[in-house]
């Protein structure tokens, strides 16, 4: 194998991996009841359409058929991918939930 045969693969992975980083970002967003575009508008307000997302929801499947995904993974695997922005109001969104069921509580 040359070094551009490893650099083709090496390309590949990351894609794929970039992938599954959107389709769980996308599922985490179905199953918390959020709208994957309208949260990935507001991280990233100068890029118009993103394909890889419009990619991804065509994957998603219903909060009912769907696995339940950590909020902590989504975290991670959008910071692992430089995405400290959409991870930021992940997380913001995560902290309203957490108190919007504190408040449903008393």
Known sequence: ????????????????????????????????GHDPRELYQKAYPDQMKNAALNE???????????????NQTVINVLQLFGNDDLAFLVQAEIDQANKNKKLHRH
């Open 56 to 70: 991804a929801l065509e994957l998603t499947v219903s909060k009912e058929e769907s696995e339940e995904i950590p």
């Open 1 to 32: 194998m040359d070094n551009k045969d490893i650099e083709k693969q090496v390309i590949e992975s990351y894609q794929n991996d970039e992938k599954m980083m959107i389709l769980i970002y996308a599922q985490w967003c179905i199953n918390n």
